[in-house]
């Protein structure tokens, strides 16, 4: 995918600095003259939403450690200032929050759009081993965010996940007690968790740029699943199609961004977390952030400590396994009738288990929790490796050049494409 | 086909029956109806006058027991009270508060405050145990309490309050404003309406007439309800007008470089056979 001709600068300057170190052609075979399939949809574009988003937090983020304290009696003191006294700190604040919520919603979409494509299957298998690692590793930044500014959910979601690691065997207090810095959450735990913050939004990038570059080795999968054959007929030049296409994407995004940065700020925070942490004082009910609700709801569904803690690993373990659990040799969901309807059940799951995660626990609320956990476990180990032997699929185009032609002239599908 | 209506039908019930379940706790413990204030909705702005009486009930009523951390010059701001410079200075210069640093002789005074303080905490209650320790439980600071107080509103009304043209973000405002008017049982002072489980450790804080308004105001408990909400409401966010002119010129900007972007990408592709 990368055998385009060798990038000529036009001035002097710029062939004397490529020579040297040739990020122009770089630049230009990734970004301007890669390939790209024809007929990709509007989800293509979120991957470049994610990039704006990672960029957006770590800018955002930077702004706040300039104003942020990361001590115990000082921190909600600190986020206080921001937000009253530091210019346009409420927008830097908010923007960052809402930001985190917003690079998760893309994250998901990106994510299902994957499973939904078959984008994980070979030759992509590294590419969504590393968009797993990215997960965790964002999963992590915004669970120790959420912990910095010293709420009353946030001492709590940081009690909670942090007294997880005190069901390993043996070990586990040991652990905790290293993690914490002390016998609880405490003041040294939230300065590491500020250290830590900083540092893997870092690791995220270098991840993404392997990320990218994985992609950029196979190219992008697309809507019907079948590989590029003819670069002329079936992909088009990055820039300008996919770039405007990209941009167009984004501005609608941000559209929905603004709407929750300006309108509705404080909409997902928890009310708890206006109330400065207090050991003595339990929220009445514990609730992490909303992207984190599905795999919340997992562990309490299960009643013993370390198989709830082992199944919360799993469930997002098993993802980096889907290239080798989905047995199909047809990527996309597009010509696999009976794939559709269980990823959409699988979807039903990972929402429901969301809402359920958010509400208190009772009886009917467990009981439903394990039917959806049951659900989202059976989609991952049974459903995909069963349904890739039994299933009947519809039949593929010959090309990606022939899908689009039968999309948009259905009457000329048999006619030639214009030479070129 | 078929097999995919029937699942989702199936999922359809399951929500449903889960709705259900959540909504027979609404019976026993109503949730605050909602009110309509000046600064709600996409052209919010806060009413100074509002605020203005909202501070006098604060002042002459709730100071008394619960603290409020923001600085004396927030009074200043144009679009919150409004207060003049001088006549904050005055307001300041009429606290008692601790100096941060002793004096020259090692030792903790108080001070006239200045605008530059935050509102001292109440004289009968300088930290939160002091507070505990005579009222039993410490009155949570009121920096942050209208957005501390927000309430669930379950689903699927929680979907509603998002989108545009009803985005309802007042909810701590109508629980302030629910809670003093919720002191329905006239023989048990701490028994609310709204609270949850009916037992507040607050008993009712204000009456009709406990304080005179000089704007002619009727003195009246909806009125102080009403404005204190306001008023608190304002202490934890001041920036609320601001965010939303602000907000309005973003999503213009945002919806014609979207629909320029659009046409500008349709014209790109149309190139393409």
């Known amino acids: 995918m990368s055998g385009s001709p ?16 040739p990020i122009m052609g770089l630049v230009h075979s990734s970004f301007v003259a890669f390939p790209v399939p024809r007929n990709l949809n509007y989800l293509w574009t979120f991957g470049a939403i994610l990039a704006f988003m990672l960029v957006a937090q770590i800018v955002t983020g930077i702004i706040l450690a300039m104003h942020y304290v990361p001590s115990a009696t000082l921190a909600f003191a600190s986020v206080e200032h921001i937000m009253r006294d530091v210019n346009y700190g409420w927008l830097i604040r908010y923007l960052h929050t809402n930001g985190a919520s917003m690079f998760f919603l893309a994250v998901y979409i990106h994510m299902f759009r994957g499973i939904y494509y078959g984008s994980y299957k070979a030759p992509r298998e590294v590419l969504w081993i590393l968009g797993v690692i990215i997960y965790l590793l964002m999963m992590a930044t915004a669970f120790m965010g959420y912990v910095l500014p010293w709420g009353s959910m946030s001492f709590a979601g940081a009690t909670v996940i942090t007294n997880l690691f005190t069901a390993i065997p043996l070990v586990g207090t040991g652990v905790a007690h290293w993690l914490w810095g002390g016998y609880a959450v405490g003041d040294p735990t939230l300065n590491r968790f500020f250290s830590l913050h900083y540092l893997l939004p870092f690791m995220i990038v270098g991840v993404v740029i392997l990320h990218v570059w994985a992609l950029h080795v196979a190219g992008q999968n697309n809507p019907d699943g079948v590989e590029v054959q003819n670069v002329e007929r079936d992909t088009v030049a990055f820039t300008p199609y996919a770039t405007i ?19 509705i700020p404080t909409y997902l925070l928890d009310a708890d977390n206006s109330v400065p942490a207090n050991p003595l004082v339990t929220p009445a009910h514990i609730v992490p952030e909303w992207y984190l609700l599905p795999f919340y709801a997992i562990l309490r569904a299960i009643p013993n400590k370390l198989v709830g803690v082992v199944a919360l690993a799993a469930a997002i373990i098993l993802l980096a396994f889907l290239p080798w659990l989905d047995t199909s040799k047809v990527k996309s969901g597009k010509y696999r009738p009976a794939f559709r309807i269980f990823f959409w059940l699988f979807v039903v799951c990972c929402v429901g288990l969301g809402y359920l995660g958010s509400q208190e626990v009772s009886d009917t609320t467990t009981w439903i929790a394990r039917i959806l956990a049951i659900g989202y476990f059976g989609f991952l180990v049974v459903a995909l490796p069963v349904l890739g032997l039994i299933e009947r699929t519809k039949p593929l185009p010959a090309s990606i050049a022939d899908a689009v032609l039968a999309k948009t002239k259905p009457a000329e599908a048999a006619a030639p494409p214009a030479s070129r | 086909m078929i097999r995919l209506t029937t699942n989702f039908l199936a999922a359809a019930l399951m929500a449903a029956g889960m709705t259900v379940a959540f909504a027979q706790d609404d019976a026993e413990q109503p949730k605050p109806e909602r009110q309509s204030w000046s600064f709600s909705g996409l052209f919010g702005v806060y009413d100074q006058a509002q605020l203005q009486r909202g501070f006098q009930v604060y002042k002459e009523v709730c100071s008394n027991c619960h603290k409020l951390s923001i600085p004396f010059r927030a009074l200043e701001d144009p679009n919150g009270p409004g207060y003049s410079v001088d006549q904050v200075k005055a307001l300041a210069a009429s606290y008692q508060v601790t100096n941060d640093e002793p004096n020259d002789k090692g030792e903790i005074f108080k001070r006239p405050g200045t605008p530059a303080d935050d509102f001292p905490p109440p004289e009968s209650f300088p930290n939160d145990q002091a507070a505990a320790a005579a009222l039993g439980k410490a009155p949570p600071d009121m920096a942050e309490l209208a957005e501390a107080r927000k309430y669930e509103r379950g689903f699927p009304w929680f979907i509603f309050d998002a989108l545009p043209f009803d985005q309802y973000q007042e909810m701590g405002a109508d629980y302030i404003y629910a809670i003093l008017n919720g002191y329905t049982k006239s023989g048990d002072p701490q028994w609310n309406l709204y609270y949850p ?13 406990a304080v005179n308004y000089s704007d002619g105001t009727p003195p009246k408990l ?22 939303k002119k602000i907000g309005l010129r973003v999503m213009i900007f945002l919806i014609v470089l979207a629909t320029l972007l659009y046409f500008t990408k349709k014209r790109v592709w149309s190139g393409l056979h």
């Open chain 2, 222 to 243: 909806d009125n102080y309800a009403r404005d204190v909400a306001a008023f608190l409401t304002w202490a934890s966010e001041p920036t609320l007008a601001e965010r």
């Open chain 1, 6 to 21: 060798t990038y000529v600068p036009k001035s002097a300057l710029g062939r004397w600095f490529e020579s040297r170190l």
């Open chain 1, 245 to 263: 296409k990209d941009l167009f994407g984004v501005s609608i995004f941000l559209i929905l961004y603004a709407w929750f940065v300006f309108y």
């Open chain 2, 197 to 209: 489980g009916h037992r507040i450790a607050m008993p009712q804080p204000i009456v009709d007439g």
